[in-house]
């Protein structure tokens, strides 16, 4: 029997780097038995290419190359950078649940004990040998994926939140993953289960302390929301602009339940957002909008899969881009109606605002229809700004660029309206006006 070492383009031997990080992977037994599979199935497959239909905009071959080593354990000097930059988040009242280059910090972290909610690491459900379920944690129910099998495997910690049925949380949880290293990756999964008819705030944050260089982040989120549950998530990702960001999230609604979703990309040199949304309880609601502000050569891709599977559900999505320089960005939207899904509502609208000739934007919406008493319908854009409103605006004494930021705001505008809080919707706008001030 011949055995050949599974290698990326650029020669890297994936069998080291899993075998360099094995030693500080969490779990033994059946948890070990599942990372060693994950890493299997993402070593046969290697990075996602052109050639794979779901990543054919998002060529990791070619934009990320390969898989940085797993990053250091974060030291006394890398926990006070990312208190720092925890601090400047400014979301003030949240229930904070830090995690530093792949690492649960609980001195950064709120640990003050919430009657409703149940935390602990998942580092330490993984090495909880009394738990005979503590492998699933590393599954999850979506199409296979090589990044998904990576995270699976490489995960080193993240969070395990258990909301209490009926709980109305005052203050949002915030799960903020901050990077310090230079040249490494961090991998991160969390799961979180809404009990039936609670009212969550969940916000999640990407940022990259001052001098971190070229790191690598690699995250998942599973969701599971119970009956008549509702949950309101906001994802800011303002990595650093050399960085990379790769992330996954896997969403579940039961019965009636509301998933009102918004994220807001304008860091990292690559990124890209994966997300799958299942609806499988009668009479649930999802909204779900997203913003990439983008400049440079920066590559921002957003792919959304919304699976109808069970009748009476629906589903709004609005996505904006506003691209600058030699900017990238990609949305992918597709919405499935399973056969047994009738009287399913789904609507999609992407468009794309080009502010350089240079500038791509990629819009790919579909439509998967298997039922016939459906409403569906979807749209893409991709357009300049308005020569008629700029010189109106320029007749009234503003430059060009606030002229510019005025229409740019007005634009992104309708997707970050839908972030219910008050707090949160303001920083979405202060991140979209410090990425203006950045154009010059």
Same mark, same amino acid.
């Given at each position: ?111 003050? =004990? %919430?009657?409703? +909610? #149940? $935390?602990? &690491?998942?580092?330490? @459900? ?22 998904i099998s990576l995270n699976a495997a490489m995960a080193t910690d993240g969070v395990v939140i258990s909301i209490k049925d ?5 203050? =949002? %949880?915030?799960? +903020? #993953? $901050?990077? &310090?290293?230079?040249? @490494? ?34 995250d998942a989120l599973t969701v599971s929301i119970g009956d008549g549950a509702e949950l309101q998530h906001v994802r800011m ?5 050399? @960085? ?18 918004f994220g807001l990309t304008n860091g990292a040199a690559v990124s890209r957002y994966q997300g799958f949304i299942t609806f ?161």
């Amino acid at each position: 029997m011949n055995v050949a070492l599974a290698k990326s383009p650029t020669g890297q031997p994936f069998g080291d780097l899993f075998a360099a990080a094995r030693g500080r992977l969490p779990g033994s037994g059946p948890v070990a038995a599942a990372r060693q599979t994950a890493f299997d199935d993402f070593a046969a497959k290697g990075l996602p290419h052109r050639r794979v239909e779901e990543w054919k905009y998002t060529d990791l071959r070619a934009l990320l190359r390969e898989i940085a080593p797993l990053a250091a354990e974060p030291d006394k000097s890398a926990i006070a950078r990312a208190a720092a930059a925890v601090k400047a988040l400014g979301i003030d009242g949240s229930h904070k649940l830090v995690l530093v280059d792949g690492s649960f910090i609980a001195q950064l972290s709120d640990a003050a =004990p %919430l009657s409703e +909610v #149940h $935390v602990r &690491t998942l580092r330490e @459900a993984l090495e909880d040998a009394g738990d005979d379920n503590r492998a699933s944690l590393l599954g999850v129910n979506t199409p296979p994926d090589a990044m998904i099998s990576l995270n699976a495997a490489m995960a080193t910690d993240g969070v395990v939140i258990s909301i209490k049925d009926n709980a109305r949380l005052s203050r =949002p %949880l915030h799960i +903020v #993953h $901050v990077a &310090t290293a230079a040249r @490494a990756s961090a991998f991160t999964r969390s799961l979180v289960t809404v009990g039936k008819g609670a009212h969550v705030t969940l916000v999640e944050s990407f940022v990259g302390v001052d001098g971190a260089d070229s790191y690598q982040v690699h995250d998942a989120l599973t969701v599971s929301i119970g009956d008549g549950a509702e949950l309101q998530h906001v994802r800011m990702m303002e990595d650093a602009r050399n @960085a990379a960001n790769i992330s996954t999230g896997v969403f579940t609604l039961g019965a009636r339940a509301k998933l009102n979703t918004f994220g807001l990309t304008n860091g990292a040199a690559v990124s890209r957002y994966q997300g799958f949304i299942t609806f499988a309880g009668e009479h649930s609601e999802l909204t779900t909008n997203g913003v990439n502000l983008l400049g440079g050569k920066r590559h921002g891709d957003t792919t959304l899969v919304v699976d109808h599977a069970v009748p009476n559900c629906t589903s709004r999505e609005i996505f904006r881009a506003v691209l600058d320089d030699r900017a990238h960005s990609v949305f992918q939207g597709r919405i499935i109606v399973q056969p047994d899904a009738q009287k399913t509502d789904g609507k999609m609208m992407t468009r794309a605002l080009l502010l350089s000739d240079e500038a791509e934007a990629d819009n790919k919406p579909e439509l998967e229809i298997f039922a016939d008493d459906v409403t569906c319908g979807h749209g893409a854009t991709a357009g300049a700004l308005d020569e008629s409103l700029l010189f109106y605006l320029r007749a009234r004494g503003l430059p060009e660029k606030e002229a510019q930021a005025l229409l740019i705001a007005a634009f992104v505008g309708e997707a970050i309206e839908s972030i219910a809080a008050d707090d949160l919707r303001e920083l979405a706008v202060a991140a979209a006006e410090r990425w203006l001030t950045t154009r010059g």
